[in-house]
Structures are given as structure tokens and as C-alpha cells.
């Protein structure tokens, strides 16, 4: 089988990392992010493909887009709230 040929998406507030991968058939999502080294190990963070969020165990499909979301520094509804107070 040929290999599966997969994008890992970050973006960080000035920048947005992308990594394009060639993975083995049967890779996961953690494989993916693990080969593409743009977050650091230990943080626990949400996935996605295609903007769907998906389990870390889900298998890759060939022409997956995995995107790694970053934690939100301010909830929607409050930062609404507090532009709406000025």
C-alpha cells in the first residue's frame, strides 16, 4: 500500500506551522502529530480534522488535514460580555 500523505496544521498567534508527512497505512493521529514535532510532547491538547475534533487513536485517511487547537486564553461569552460593558 502507498504511503498516506498528511498535513499537521498549528497556529500559533503570529504564525501558523504546517508540516506535510508521508505516513505508513494504519497511522493515527498521534503518529502524526509525534513525526510532525510542532507542539511540545507533554501538552495536552484537542485535534481535529478538517475542523471536526476527533479521538488522538482516530486512524488517518490519505489527504488528512490534522490540526491541533491551542487552549483559549479568553471564553467567547466573556470577552463578548466585557466588550459589550464598553
Known sequence: MPDLRISVVY?????????????APGSTV???????????????????IFGRLVDPSTPLRDGDRVEIYRPL??????ARRNRAKK
Open 11 to 23: 497556529a500559533e498567534p503570529a504564525r501558523q506551522r504546517v508540516r506535510k508527512l508521508s505516513l
Open 30 to 48: 498521534v503518529d502524526a502529530i509525534r513525526c510532525a514535532a510542532v507542539v511540545p510532547e507533554a501538552q495536552d491538547v484537542r485535534v481535529g
Open 73 to 78: 486564553k479568553v471564553d467567547p461569552k466573556v
